[in-house]
């Protein structure tokens, strides 16, 4: 009954010719700006003053009953509620329930704290509401995206001043793109790639046009393939699958010990495909910075390998591609600037809001592959920049990448990007300290592994047969991957995990995940992390508990 | 000397350990507080003082000297604006070279005014930042977005109860996917479309796994089309082009003579390539609402077509989707429930802010054909939504189609698109009025294009031989180009030119095209900028100066 009148209320509020009017205007008057500002307060404040409150992924109302309060599937006719409800709403029923990726508690995925001007930078970016596909809806925004892309394809390849010159507000040439996220932009610089490799020749008028059954017969081959190590992301064979290349071709290389591209592999793979004139290699993949372990590729050798062979050198810097702003760890990247392209996330370290990829190419007119018109958008020559891009309609991210390198500079990413390395080793070399624990992969950058693995089994492991060890780590990925979820459940703090495949009798192992991106994460924290998983294997699996495990 | 000293001074404040943890922390004193919401207030009302000031797409500073403002390419070390500063350059430096696309009088392009409270949304989204890529970063935000997909869904499709009790809260299955644009959307759906036409067939493992060599090899073909009419986006050929068929086979089928798919020839290519036994038919695509006039293809009879051929019917209704909230004019979207797919915009007749597309699939488990897993996310039977998406990482636009839904109604959004359908009607009856002006595609929706042709033209058209039209229409468009571009460069208002291509001797046309989706726009205003139109013309071809022309 009285929902019913609310609603008659709003309808009348909204849904009628003068108040749509009214909600397309911003407000001259000063009551109804107060209005309008007071329901920011509670966005920057309310939301936060709520997460404050619970971290981690609490599951005091469990998934299933959750979602039960969603299943109403009809869109009312009338106004539900007003901007204040919803916002209400927002606030007191959502937020809640929300992930507080801002926790310093939070240090399980490649999300985290951002630092609060984000969120006006982001409003900013709304507010001014640009389409960057075309300069007819966007104009200087198109330009100084232009320019944000060439200050980071500096920082990746250091090229002359000259260059820079010729081709920072060239509308002919492309040093970049921003887009959705990493996996756009790895689609993006394998998409390219593909069109280069397999591009017009003789009559053929290239993969792009004529698709890849028919390049593959004008340049008499039957497969391509991607080599990549087994720590790539998925959304490389993802990109594969979407190409037509088939994602059984992003071929996974054997890592090293340090869970890095096995080189001799590498070298013995293109050997192979050398000699095999029937499969051409459209790329060769480095990671730097990788999703499960953070591990780095030795990119210097695989770019010169891959420059005596003619091949396409890709690099996925999503994550590590932030670390080029640090004078200290700056070379742990050495060699990305002999990469074709390069993936960065700007939502990933330059602590951005979500939603902002970026792919880079050394050479200015190599997105050329893929560009396209139309008779509306996108005329030749223009700063279009719709023509050489994978989306169309696009969000100016771009002015907050600019917006947020001012305020802090270099300098302010490397202090973050410091700590989180400084901080990772300090939290390996605790994890190494405590008996219980076995530091998996040791830190390159700001994300390690390890495992729940006590004493007596780290001998057994030590010590046993094949079969034995196999026998262990299975008993251990079932405590691990309880510990785990008994954690999150819990509440308080959040570590993932993962399995890492190696080609090992420890064939496949669950691990405990960190990601230490979060500058208010320390090291007190990280140890209360580890003693409440400590408390918790305790719990379920002291002594005499352990046998119901395996 | 001064730039030096303010650099210094902001280093001192961000790129210490110190200032970069306070960024992070949302104030807890009254007069940080205060200020971070002064900041929020020059945002929400003073880059909106400074739009009001300019309309249309200002040509006083030319493009190319504000390219050459924004050509520095390095990134400075320390710190070089406080956000305060950087808030002032972007109202000040920014807004005003940015295109007023809430302008009444900027009527070229799909992008328009928003109501002001996205605006409060798209902050709620960031302040957020929850990743929608994985319950574990997102939790109740999936589940909400999981009920937005099944109301947008049973409002295109219109399925039985139980079938949305079934499937809303399903992570099994899945009714569409939010996506960046309308690109990606329709990117997706032929990627589905391809995947299951050539999915897995005796001990061929399908097109997604093995590529598209062996998919042709295994279903023995050696071509793949998609036909649309030739007024299909061009995302359609990016996607044919992406996805390895080749844009080539993105056939642009005729369209009859309000520019809708003609019935007899797509009945007639599809008889054809039945016939031919190595071309397969990957999918035809129905238009609601095409980008360049509006029009509206005839959908039902396509889906009825398309079933009786086992044929996957893709409809773009991008633009006009929404449509679907009108009582009164739902009737011209009919049969778009028997489409197997539906692409549609919210950055787009919804009015959110860019970068929120969608795609829905009639068959819940249709999106089965492109599930990709990870080890640390993804895992089968959760809420990770980014298991069937082209992106990964994503932001949560499904929170502000969510709230605007419930804010607007169904009526809400049915008043504005109604308003946009009556008043083209209105405006076409003003063109056809004036002497100067020819109608070229009456409005279906609240899209038409027009042209300048003085009656002495528009006597020749109709009474000339086929050469002396061509000559007329060449002489035409350089006329219609200029006007367009005195005009827009005069920044009082913006109208956009396509090229319309038909198989006549009126082959290419350029056409003035006006998308009326702002509701402050009235007839008054299109009045205004007929006039001004008519004044351009009248100064640069005057009867005198005609000849220079041609």
């Given at each position: 009954m009285s929902r019913k009148h609310i609603s008659k209320k709003n309808a009348a509020l909204v849904a009628d010719w003068?108040?749509?009017?009214?909600?397309?205007?911003?407000?001259?008057?000063?009551?109804?700006?107060?209005?309008?500002?007071?329901?920011?307060?509670?966005?920057?404040?309310?939301?936060?003053?709520?997460?404050?409150?619970?971290?981690?992924?609490?599951?005091?109302?469990?998934?299933?009953?959750l979602a039960d309060k969603y299943k109403q599937t009809r869109i009312s006719k009338h106004p539900e509620k007003k901007l204040a409800e919803v916002i209400t709403d927002l606030v007191r029923d959502i937020a809640p329930h929300a992930v507080n990726v801002a926790s310093p508690y939070f240090i399980g995925h490649m999300?985290?704290?951002?630092?609060?001007?984000?969120?006006?930078?982001?409003t900013i970016v709304a507010a001014l509401n640009q389409n960057v596909v075309k300069l007819e809806t966007s104009k200087v925004v198109s330009i100084v995206e232009k320019q944000v892309l060439a200050k980071i394809h500096r920082l990746i390849f250091h090229r002359s001043d000259s260059f820079y010159n010729t081709h920072v507000q060239n509308t002919r040439t492309t040093l970049g793109a921003f887009v959705e996220g990493g996996t756009a932009a790895n689609?993006?610089?394998l998409w390219v790639a593909r069109n280069t490799l397999l591009g017009p020749k003789n009559s053929f008028q290239g993969i792009e046009k004529e698709g890849?059954?028919?390049?593959?017969?004008?340049?008499?081959i039957d497969r391509c393939v991607v080599l990549v190590s087994r720590r790539g992301h998925y959304s490389l064979r993802k990109a594969g699958g979407i190409l037509g290349i088939g994602n059984d071709n992003v071929l996974a290389m054997d890592v090293d010990e340090h869970h890095r591209m096995d080189m001799r592999s590498l070298r013995e793979q293109i050997r192979v495909f050398e000699l095999n004139s029937r499969t051409k290699i459209l790329a060769?993949?480095?990671?730097?910075?990788?999703?499960e372990t953070g591990s780095i590729d030795p990119l210097r050798e695989m770019g010169e390998l891959c420059r005596d062979h003619g091949i396409h050198f890709h690099v996925d810097a999503a994550w590590g591609g932030p670390v080029l702003t640090s004078d200290k760890y700056r070379h742990l990247l050495d060699g990305i600037d002999s990469a074709d392209s390069v993936t960065i996330d700007g939502h990933k370290q330059f602590y951005m809001t979500m939603g902002c990829g970026m792919i880079y190419f050394k050479d200015p007119r190599k997105m050329d592959a893929i560009e396209y018109h139309a008779n509306y958008?996108?005329?030749?020559?223009?700063?279009?920049?719709?023509?050489?891009?994978?989306?169309?309609?696009?969000?100016a991210n771009s002015l907050m990448l600019d917006s947020a390198l001012k305020i802090m500079g270099t300098q302010g990413y490397a202090i973050l990007l410091e700590h989180g390395i400084e901080l990772a080793k300090k939290f390996a070399a605790e994890i190494s300290r405590r008996p219980l624990f076995q530091l998996v992969t040791p830190p390159k950058l700001n994300i390690l592994t390890y495992r729940i693995c006590p004493p007596h089994m780290q001998a057994e492991l030590f010590s046993g047969t094949s079969t034995q060890r196999s026998h262990i780590n299975k008993t251990l990925n079932a405590i691990n991957r309880t510990v785990q979820r008994v954690q999150r459940e819990a509440g308080r703090s959040f570590v993932s995990r993962t399995t890492l495949n190696r080609r090992s009798p420890d064939a496949e192992i669950v691990v405990l995940r960190t990601v230490l991106m979060n500058p208010m994460t320390d090291i007190q924290i990280l140890n209360e992390i580890l003693d409440e998983q400590e408390e918790i294997y305790r719990c379920r699996f002291g002594t005499n508990n352990l046998k119901g495990v395996a």
């Open positions: 003068q108040a749509l009017q009214r909600i397309f205007l911003r407000p001259e008057n000063e009551d109804a700006r107060a209005m309008l500002l007071k329901y920011m307060e509670q966005i920057l404040f309310g939301l936060h003053d709520f997460l404050k409150e619970h971290v981690g992924i609490t599951e005091e109302a469990s998934l299933k009953n999300t985290s704290a951002i630092p609060f001007f984000m969120v006006h930078l982001k689609l993006t610089a890849l059954m028919a390049a593959y017969q004008a340049y008499d060769v993949v480095g990671i730097a910075g990788s999703t958008v996108n005329r030749p020559g223009s700063v279009d920049l719709g023509m050489k891009s994978l989306a169309g309609t696009r969000e």
